[in-house]
Structure formats: structure tokens, C-alpha cells
């Protein structure tokens, strides 16, 4: 059996629904140790994050990934059990095969075998690995960043391992991803009876035409390297549930993904510019979830365009398209930052899934990035 595959396997059987772990990251350390991977927990608030490292020297290659998941959802609608992993018609299923549990082995495969034909190599090489991906994001990667940088700890190119390819093994890579801001909206009306609303107010009838502007405005062009800000209304909640009674409030909730021509400010100013000029009377709460970042065409992303293109023949498209990534957090002590992992079109379904044929060449395009890295001869 592929050494990637069998890990895959133990690591989906760990029932790591966020902000759990379930064993995933003592799995990874006990493989890597004894070829030199010294391992540091940092645990905070319940996540657990693991930095493990061989190596003192620049340059510094970190693998970075999540092994928490998604709560899978009714067992029934499932063909075997989230967690324990199953093999059919040339796919692995459970979940985390795709995001991003088969990209972790990936990574821990290739780092042996990498260590094992080259002792010697310059630089480092580290893993870091959160439980706090896909919940709040707020205890996670970002408690190692500040981890490194109170100690001065440089990273110099970074490969997060999300589920980044659209139809086949090698097709993208992103090398950027937009930022993200939330707005929770409450408009205030008057309550009332819906037989005599000249005594009341309606919120929803006063937030319609603003959300009809806010659908329709044109908040940038984008840039050579991002597409344009989109708004999406997420939530709208309002009235008592009776049909003859005009709601007090009106909650909207709604997101920006924005490019870095925009910034979080500027939109939250713009919006509110234009709820007052429709006049509604009021409150707005403010999330900044992920500010934009862009890592330019580089040695990093030269290097794993390389590796992919020898061991898949296709050469990767750079895109920044899709959510948001632990990457941003990467990104803010760390030069060149991408992300490169298996398609993602399972990820966070049910009978989530991952090509058998894929998991030794995701191995070895993160190999011989290695070796592109920090070797002095390409694979």
C-alpha cells in the first residue's frame, strides 16, 4: 500500500471535527521524530497546533495545514461512516480527504523521503499544522505566527495545503487570496398592525431599496492579479412569525470579498454613506476576517510549478480566487506564501473524496519542491 495512502487513512479515522484534533498532530509528530523533527505544541483555548522542525538555516520551507474538518452531517446520507475511511471505484472517502487530511500525509511522505535521500540538506524544514482552521481561525496558525515572531523566528516560503486544483491534480495554485469583511445590519422600524401601517414603520420595505444598491455598486475594478469586490447578503431575519403583524427590526447580514485595490475602511465607510442616504435609522456591526494578500511570481511558486508540471506534465495556472486561507496569517511573517493542494470539488460534501491516483503524485510534486528548494541539483 502507498505510504501516503495508509497515512491518509490513519489521519481520516481521527475524529477531529473543529476545534478537535483527535490525535492527528502526535501521529504526524511520532512519524517525523525520529528523522529529526523536533516538536513543539502550543496549544491555546482549547486548539491544539503542532510546529514541528528539522534544521537551524535558512532558508526555512514550512508545510502548513489544518487537520481539524467539517462536521460531516447526518451519518445516513453518508454510503459508510465519515470516519472511517473506505475505498471505492478508485476514490477515498471520509471526511478530510480532500480538505486537507490526504495533503497532510502528502507532506509528512515527502518530508521522509526527501530527509531520507538527502541528510544533509541546506536550510529547514518545518510543519505547521492547526485544529483551528475551520472554526473561529482565532487560536490556531495565528497563535504560531505570533509564537515565531516574539522569538524571531524567520519562515522564507510557505506551501499551505488546501484543496486548491478545480479539475485535475496540478491545474491551479493560489497565490493570493482576497480579503474578507462582514457586516451584521439592523434596521429599526415601528411595529405594528399590518391593517393600518400609517402607525408603524416597516424596516424591511426602508432596507430593500439600500440593499438594492448595495447589490448593484460597483465597489472596484479589481487588479492584474484579483478579480473585482463582490457584496453577498447572507441572512435577512425579520417580524414575529404572524402574518398580521409589521416587524420592529430588520437584520441583514452580509459579506465583501474584496481586492487590495479596496480596503476594509474605505467599504465600511462607503456602506454606511449609503444607508444614511436612504435614512435608515440604524446599527451595523463590523467583522474584518481576512485582509488580502498576494505573493508575486517567485522562486516559491517557479519552484512547485516545476515540480508539478515533471510529475503531472501540466503546468499550474496562479489564481486568488475562492475563500479565505490560513495563508493570510502565514503571509504577514513570511515572503512568499502559496497554496497547492487536490481538487476540491467534495470538499465540505458529503461522501467527501480523493482520487487513489493522486496521492503519491501530490508526494511528489511537494518532494521535489524540496529538492528544487533546497538542494543544488533538480529532481
Known amino acids: 500500500m502507498s505510504a501516503t495512502l495508509q497515512l491518509a487513512q490513519q489521519l481520516i479515522a481521527c475524529r477531529s471535527v473543529t476545534p478537535e484534533d483527535g ?26 497546533n503542532l510546529w514541528l522542525r528539522r534544521g537551524s538555516k535558512p532558508p526555512t520551507v514550512v508545510f502548513a495545514g489544518h487537520t481539524d474538518v467539517v462536521p460531516p452531517g447526518p451519518r445516513e446520507q ?20 480532500a480538505d486537507m487530511k490526504s495533503s497532510i500525509a502528502a507532506f509528512a511522505v515527502a518530508a521522509e523521503q526527501f530527509v531520507r535521500a538527502h541528510p544533509a540538506h541546506a536550510g529547514s524544514i518545518a510543519l505547521l499544522l492547526t485544529s483551528d482552521e475551520e472554526g473561529p481561525a482565532t487560536d490556531g496558525t495565528v497563535a504560531v505566527v505570533e509564537r515565531l515572531t516574539a522569538r524571531g523566528e524567520q519562515i522564507d516560503y510557505c506551501i499551505v495545503g488546501e484543496p486548491t486544483c478545480v479539475d485535475q ?28 401601517p400609517h402607525l408603524a414603520r416597516n424596516p424591511v420595505h426602508q432596507a430593500a431599496p439600500a440593499l438594492a444598491d448595495l447589490a448593484a455598486e460597483v465597489w472596484d475594478q479589481g487588479n492584474v492579479h484579483f478579480p473585482p469586490t463582490t457584496f ?104 512568499q506564501v502559496v497554496e497547492f493542494g487536490p ?37
Open 23 to 48: 490525535g492527528c498532530q502526535s501521529l504526524i509528530a511520532g512519524r517525523l521524530g525520529p528523522l529529526g523533527f523536533a516538536a513543539e505544541t502550543i496549544a491555546r483555548n482549547g486548539t491544539t
Open 78 to 97: 453518508w454510503a459508510s461512516d465519515p470516519f472511517e475511511p473506505a475505498i471505492r471505484d478508485d476514490q477515498l472517502f471520509g471526511r478530510g480527504a
Open 169 to 196: 491534480l496540478g491545474d491551479m495554485i493560489k497565490n493570493g487570496r482576497r480579503g474578507s469583511l462582514s457586516g451584521r445590519l439592523v434596521v429599526r422600524g415601528v411595529q405594528g398592525h399590518v391593517a393600518y
Open 232 to 335: 453577498q447578503v447572507s441572512n435577512v431575519r425579520a417580524g414575529t412569525g404572524a402574518l398580521n403583524v409589521i416587524p420592529g427590526t430588520c437584520e441583514v447580514e452580509f459579506n465583501l470579498r474584496f481586492a487590495p485595490v479596496s480596503t476594509a475602511a474605505g467599504l465600511m465607510e462607503r456602506i454606511e454613506q449609503m444607508l444614511r442616504r436612504h435614512g435608515l435609522d440604524y446599527e451595523i456591526a463590523w467583522t474584518v476576517g481576512a485582509q488580502p494578500f498576494l505573493t508575486e511570481p517567485g522562486r516559491l511558486s517557479e519552484a512547485l510549478s516545476t515540480a508539478i508540471e515533471l510529475t503531472t506534465g501540466r503546468r499550474p495556472q496562479l489564481s486568488t480566487t475562492g475563500g479565505t486561507s490560513d495563508g493570510r496569517f502565514i503571509a504577514t511573517v513570511c515572503p
Open 343 to 379: 481538487p476540491n470539488a467534495t470538499i465540505h460534501k458529503v461522501n467527501e473524496c480523493i482520487c487513489l491516483a493522486d496521492l503519491d503524485p501530490l508526494t511528489d510534486v511537494y518532494r521535489r519542491t524540496l529538492e528544487l528548494l533546497l538542494t543544488e541539483t533538480a529532481p
